[in-house]
């Protein structure tokens, strides 16, 4: 309509037009403000401003649209009834208000799963925690649920982690302190049992014979005791750490030429003092084996504990490494009577001789850890050759019947050892 008046149309045309417009349409000639709905102060207005203007009539809404043409300014007055203004509207309302409940049940939902998440991991990591201090540190979680407890139960694996490793730490620390009074122990009781006799029912023996044979006969008994404490000790010790090792072993790497010269530094002193002639062989080069340092350790003293205890003193003894087709053998020879049956001495687990038994179980646990075994045999020196074979952390294992490197370079020394 506007447009028909801003071309100039005649009253026909825009007569022509409203009809075909439809509703309730009023045209307001330039200079003209009645005959609408609108009042006639709002025409003039919308005419002199040029824009459209909305008002509240009685019944409705007058929309009031200007048209200029040349100087002169038109104004297109179209009524909308309140009933047209309302119509759909609560349809619309209630099309909101449907949307706005699905918008909340699906929040209510979302947070719900949430909050979920985060109570079973919490739940989770207060039971855990609640095993741990009733000392079950085998216990680990899974974590879950927002960022903050997912962190706090990697915490707490962590944390499991060095609880458990504190305490193989603290039972190898005892078992090591333990297996190493075996040296002082062993070394008085060779010179206990090279004192005179203790015996005094003789009767010619004089009072001060008769208490020095009792202070003899004290001495020894003392040192029983004490074996027998430090067997206990030992046994204690090594079997928690054991059952432990074999359920989760601890992985490590040490270099075996390392840990053999600092043990033989430490057995050095007992061997010079029973006049012991020993060689290391082979303890040169850094040679690195999957094996924890302390393990390796125990396992090596364990073996060299029996070269002192069950060989007379003056006896000699070899310990040698070698490497071959990835794999590392530790050997230990000694010049002793040996061992008559082998095969029973691994198999049997524990000693009829009065000792703990778990001088060939530390070796072989030790070996095992690392891919490897313990084999006994008749060593060229005369005596027992223990040999730990052991994976080469810096090779790849390939399957062998026996490392025979070490049986041909035992016979090709065919000499005896040299301090």
Known sequence: MAGAIASGAPAKGVTATVVAAGGQTTVHPPGQAAGGQAPAEDVR??????????????????????????????VVEVFVPDAELREGTARDWWLLFGIALVLVAGAVIVVDRLARGAVNSARNLVHAALAVGGGDLGVRITPSGPRELAEAGYAFNRMADR????????????????????????????????????DTQIIDLTADEVDRRRGIRRIRQAIVTLEGEVNQLINTTRQAVAAQVASAPEPGVCDVSEVVRERMTFWSALADDQNRTYRVVGAQMRIPVPVARAELAAALDAILGNVFRYTPQGTAFEVGISRRDGWVAVRVDDAGPGIPDPERAMQRGQSNQGSTGLGLDIARRAAQAAGGSVDLDRAAMGGASVVMLLADAEATPKQVNRFGLVGRLARERGGKPSR
């Open 45 to 74: 207005r919308a005419a002199s401003s040029g824009g459209t203007i909305t008002v509240d009539v009685d019944g409705g809404v007058a929309r009031l649209q200007p048209v200029t043409v040349g100087s002169r300014t038109a």
């Open 163 to 198: 609880l458990v490793t504190s305490r193989t730490n603290e039972r190898e620390l005892v078992a090591d302190l333990s297996h190493r009074l075996r040296t002082p122990l062993t070394a008085l009781r060779l010179d206990a049992e090279a004192l005179d006799p203790d």
